[in-house]
Nanobody, 124 residues
Framework: QVQLVESGGGLVQAGGSLRLSCTVSGGIVSRYGMGWFRQPPGKEREFVAAISRNSGSRYTADSVKGRFTISRDNAKNTVYLQMNSLNPEDTAVYYC?????????????????WGQGTQVTVSS
């Protein structure tokens, strides 16, 4: 059973940075495309970033492009989301997800495995 555990969330002031980590167990992370999603308060879960199995391709949502970077270390079974220049609109629960699909996948319906989420709160 593949399990994903996020960490690194917290409270940060506007303009600050955080790095989220997602550790995968019960499976070999190199066999999965990985993604980050977020769910702001009262809103639906939305795509943030995705990375292919071998890091050959990456894709980020327009709302975070130039500020957020997704990366992975398959040797450590871990995926990261570096978040810079945070603003209050980035406040959300952030979820890590894994998909068996190839390439960069931005549709949440294509992700079979999800973490429990980590809260990110950006104060103004």
């Amino acid at each position: 059973q593949v399990q994903l555990v996020e960490s690194g969330g917290g409270l940060v002031q506007a303009g600050g940075s955080l790095r989220l980590s997602c550790t995968v167990s019960g499976g070999i992370v190199s066999r999965y495309g990985m993604g980050w999603f977020r769910q702001p308060p009262g809103k639906e879960r939305e795509f943030v970033a995705a990375i292919s199995r071998n890091s050959g391709s990456r894709y980020t949502a327009d709302s975070v492009k130039g500020r957020f970077t997704i990366s992975r270390d398959n040797a450590k079974n871990t995926v990261y989301l570096q978040m810079n220049s945070l603003n209050p609109e980035d406040t959300a629960v952030y979820y890590c997800a894994a998909t068996s699909a190839y390439g960069t996948v931005f549709r949440k319906e294509e992700y079979a495995y999800w973490g429990q989420g980590t809260q990110v709160t950006v104060s103004s």
